[in-house]
């Protein structure tokens, strides 16, 4: 007779926090009569090897939402969120207080704990389009204008410890016994299987890498806007280009994700997948980070390439500490950044002199911001007050704002949005979706830009999106 072997699955509850479980359900069902719906979450700890961004990759059902959020070099953290139990949404100038209303509301009725490490707990994860009222082209489609989820299953790693989550939604109707049965059940459906490799050499056509619009039209882009800046209406402007990549079968988000997070460790590696499209990144730039009452940022702009010789290389990144054009635009950012905090700080500080911040395939001038916050303020509200800096938009935006898309002739979409997670104390972390893509089905769409300020000079810009662009081109058109 054969012997069939059942695997045991990977996760289960213990005793105690089975009925941890069936305490909050109970809590959330009770609070959803009165209040129409109530979040029943129960956190617990896992194997410090479970790698979160494999479970979510390789637990996904049909085309639910996964979220992946990684900065390997920081001590390894990682956020994967599985599924969705509410979306929290919105639109126009005011969608990040909106959102951030929202997600309070929603936590207030929750039955959950609330006392574990930052990202356990609920979390809402997600992003914010560039504009206010979000992208109009269809393949953004599945990207709105702000769009945070609550996923059903949450894996966090922070300083080598993992805890996993799980989320589900009360509606007046649920009865406890639901909810643990559901919960218990997408528990077991859970997957270690690790990420996969990506194959070197595809059988079938060569992909196709195609400018959206020709390269000759983003220089006359930024030669326009070089005469509107020498005419004094505005002091910089940040301008950004598609490139496409068409290949023959759809891109596999799991395994790109994994070479990005392997090349790029220092940076944001993120992937927000939404039925068949996926939103990744490997983004050097923070935009905020917030724990209680202190936040961190990063004014980031002002580019040079890398060079395979260190020598070569240390000398282009002296080059551009001491560029007056590089340091000037990327002032323009840490004074608005500095600018934006204050009123809302009891101090903001920041190193005087920027420092050269090396990625694989590019360098750029950096300065660290931190501020300790006068009053709470949530991280979605704190991005809200940011985006976007004059590292993608303009100074002053007002100006840039009507310019950007008349000049650019894209949908920038959620490219040079905000990216990240909040969790259950209003804490989080949000990216600059830089050096990202938009990946749905055969093609893939491209984003890299630069500031352009008065003495920008039209080919050198065109020249610095392609090293940009090197960041996931190779990748993507394997
Ligand atoms: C807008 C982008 O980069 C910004 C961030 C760092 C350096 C920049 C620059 O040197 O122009 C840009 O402001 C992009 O990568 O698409």
């Known amino acids: 007779m054969p012997v069939v072997a059942h695997a045991e699955p990977p996760f289960a509850l213990s005793r105690g926090e089975g009925r941890r479980l069936a305490r909050h359900a109970e809590r959330a069902v009770r609070r959803a009569r009165s209040r129409g719906e109530s979040l029943a979450a129960v956190t617990v700890p896992v194997a410090g090897d479970v790698d979160p ?113 799980l989320c589900a939604l009360a509606t007046p109707d649920d009865t406890a016994q639901d909810l643990v049965e559901r919960l218990e059940r997408r528990l077991a459906s859970l997957s270690l299987a690790p990420l996969p490799m990506l194959d070197p050499s595809p059988a079938g056509a060569a992909p196709r890498v195609a400018s959206t619009m020709p390269p000759e039209h983003y220089e006359a882009a930024v030669a ?36 990005l997070r392997e090349a790029f460790p220092e940076c944001f590696v993120f992937a927000v997948s939404r039925g068949g499209a996926s939103f990744i ?34 000398h282009l990144g002296e080059q551009l500490l001491r560029c007056d054009k590089d340091r000037a635009e990327q002032a323009i950012v840490a004074r608005r950044i ?11 500080t920041s190193a005087p002199d920027p420092v050269v911040v090396k990625m694989a395939n590019i360098q750029h001038l950096a300065t660290p911001i931190r501020a300790q916050l006068a009053e709470p303020r949530s991280a979605v509200e704190l991005a809200g007050l940011l985006h976007p800096t004059p590292a993608v938009g303009g100074e002053p935006f007002r100006v840039a704002s009507p310019l950007i898309p008349a000049l650019e002739g894209l949908d920038r979409g959620w490219y040079a949005g905000p990216v990240g997670w909040t969790d259950a104390s209003e804490d989080g972390e949000f990216c600059v979706a830089l050096r990202s893509a938009l990946l749905d089905g055969p093609v893939a769409r491209c984003f890299a830009g630069v500031g352009v300020v008065a003495d920008s000079d039209p080919a050198a810009e065109l020249a610095e999106t392609e090293v940009k662009l090197q960041a996931l081109l190779p990748v993507l058109a394997l």
């Open 53 to 165: 961004a494999s479970v979510a990759f390789a637990s996904r059902q049909g085309g639910e939402p996964v979220f992946v959020f990684e900065q390997p070099a920081r001590r390894g953290a990682a956020l994967a969120g599985l599924g969705c139990v509410r979306a929290l949404e919105a639109e126009g100038p005011g969608r990040f207080r909106q959102v951030a209303a929202d997600w309070r509301a929603l936590l207030a009725g929750s039955a959950a704990d609330l006392d574990g490490p930052p990202a356990t707990g609920p979390v809402a994860v997600g992003g914010f389009a560039f504009a206010a009222q979000g992208a109009s082209a269809p393949h953004w489609g599945r990207f709105p204008a702000a769009s945070l989820h609550v996923p059903e299953v949450v894996l966090a790693r922070r300083d080598g410890a993992v805890h996993l989550t």
């Open 224 to 259: 326009r806007a070089v005469e509107r800046i020498k005419a004094g209406e505005l002091e910089k402007i940040v301008l950004a280009r598609e490139v496409a990549v068409h290949v023959p079968e759809p891109h596999d988000v799991p395994a790109i994700h994994g070479i």
């Open 281 to 314: 990144a490997a983004s050097p730039e923070l935009l905020l980070r917030r724990d209680g009452l202190r936040v961190s940022t990063l004014a980031l702009a002002g580019s040079t390439r890398r060079s395979a010789d260190p020598a070569v290389d240390d």
């Open 338 to 348: 500095e600018r934006t905090l204050r009123p809302h700080a009891v101090w903001v």
